[in-house]
């Protein structure tokens, strides 16, 4: 029988994540498979290198040798690598291919055994974090097709055989205990911790000096008590994240995180234009009396967006890692590749692609609130406004905080 939404809704909960929180699932129109395919291309260009010298870097450390000494004395190898809030899109394929492959070609120094006797195998586990309520049944149809992950299954490189690649999903918050102490060699998450476990509590009373009158979330916009409640609350799920990692990974395991920062601070950089949009356009609704004034007054959304020097001071909090690097980079929206050429097409084609991404990033939340008639309605003029005004979007860069870090 299928729960109730706010049995659904409260089950999330207890989990320690926000209700509401998902992707919109399948491959199909409008799905964060179809949209992730887009934004990927700009961000494997300057994540990859960083995670592939922090996975090497890792690789040394997990064997305490050089990588040629250590994959030169060890025994058959694994390697556990995490993905947590991994959704089940395009990315995540990319994302763990990318990790693997990395790992691959660091054991092909095996193939320089001076005995060269016996082939090592290399076991995988290739562990996929999400919410429960996230489409896993699509994740494992894409696993399962011709994506380049199941190619490399019985993959011989150069006297290694990657014999036991074995994908794992594993529901559930990732503020929460997911993995049994010293078992992970790679935790990784993507555009994943700026969804909190909640809203602050204080945000939502209308007694507190924090409450948030104008709903939703415009953290430039928003009073100065309310927007210390969201820090609090990102610094409490922050260091929770942190603290479950840190007893999961193996000493010399690596945590990467590629987190959507605020521009706050950064000059020539237009912060969170996304979620500006959506509140241009349900402004525009209330005022031709479409919506209340209400429904936005208690809406608020659990994101928050660190700043650099907020991610800084929170990593020098934590004593069982070792900094790699933590770095903000601007990452252009609309390089020379498939997403300029999708998003400069025309404006329908963009007011399109925004109310793609509002309903992925928002809409879980957004449906139930409003309902389904004024949740579409709303929609609408998020793809409106969009088309009308995309030069900004179109020119806008995406601010990402990279941060690297190897467990003591
Ligand atoms: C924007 S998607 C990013 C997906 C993918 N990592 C990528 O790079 O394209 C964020 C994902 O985080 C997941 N998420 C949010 N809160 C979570 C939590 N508390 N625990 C696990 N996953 C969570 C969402 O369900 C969503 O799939």
Not at 235 to 261: H, N, P, W
Not at 376 to 382: A, F, G, N, P, S
Not at 400 to 408: E, G, Y
Request: charged share 20%.
């Amino acid at each position: 029988m299928e729960p109730s939404q706010d049995r659904k809704q409260e089950s999330l909960a207890s989990l320690g994540a926000a209700p509401g929180v998902r992707m919109q699932g399948g491959t199909g129109a409008g799905s964060f498979h179809e949209f992730s395919m887009l934004l990927q291309s700009a961000l494997n260009v300057f994540f990859q290198p960083k995670l592939c010298f922090a996975i090497t870097t890792a690789c040394e450390k997990l064997l305490g040798k050089s990588v040629d000494e250590g994959y030169a004395k060890a025994d058959d190898l694994f390697f556990a690598l995490a993905d947590f809030g991994c959704a089940s899109a395009s990315s995540t394929i990319t994302n763990m291919d990318f990790m693997i492959k990395c790992v691959l070609s660091l054991t092909s120094f095996l193939s320089r055994r001076e005995d060269g006797a016996r082939t090592r195998q290399l076991h995988i586990q290739a562990l996929f974090n999400d919410l429960p309520s996230n489409d896993f049944n699509t994740l494992f149809s894409l696993l399962a097709g011709s994506g380049p992950l199941s190619s490399e299954v019985d993959m011989e490189t150069g006297g290694i055989s990657l014999k036991n690649f074995v994908p794992f999903g594993v529901p559930g918050s990732f503020y929460r205990r997911l993995f049994p102490s010293r078992y992970l060699s790679v935790a990784f998450s993507a555009l994943a911790l700026h969804n909190l476990s909640m809203v602050p509590e204080a945000v939502e009373d209308q007694n507190s000096p924090a409450w948030n009158e104008n709903g939703l979330w415009n953290f430039d916009g928003c009073k100065s008590e309310t927007a210390l409640e969201y820090k609090r609350q990102f610094e409490r799920d922050f260091s929770t994240f942190m603290a479950y990692r840190s007893q999961e990974l193996l000493s010399g395991g690596l945590l990467f995180c590629v987190m959507i920062a605020s521009n706050r601070g950064v000059e020539g950089m237009h912060s969170n234009n996304l979620y500006e949009n959506l509140q241009k356009a349900w402004r525009e609704l209330i005022s031709e009396g479409l919506l209340s004034q209400e429904s936005l007054d208690t809406f608020n959304l659990p994101l928050f967006l660190p700043t650099l020097e907020e991610v800084k001071e929170m990593v020098e909090e934590q004593k069982e890692f070792e900094v790699l690097l933590v770095e903000y980079v601007a990452v252009e929206r609309a390089p020379a590749n498939a997403w300029k050429k999708f998003a400069a097409a025309d404006g329908q084609m963009w007011g399109n692609t925004i109310q793609t991404m509002t309903r992925n990033f928002m809409g879980g939340l957004l449906e139930p609130h409003l309902g389904v008639p004024k949740f579409e309605m709303l929609m609408q003029r998020v793809k409106e406004l969009a088309a009308a005004d995309d030069e900004r979007f179109r020119s806008s860069l995406m601010g990402t905080i990279v941060l690297a870090l190897i467990r003591k």
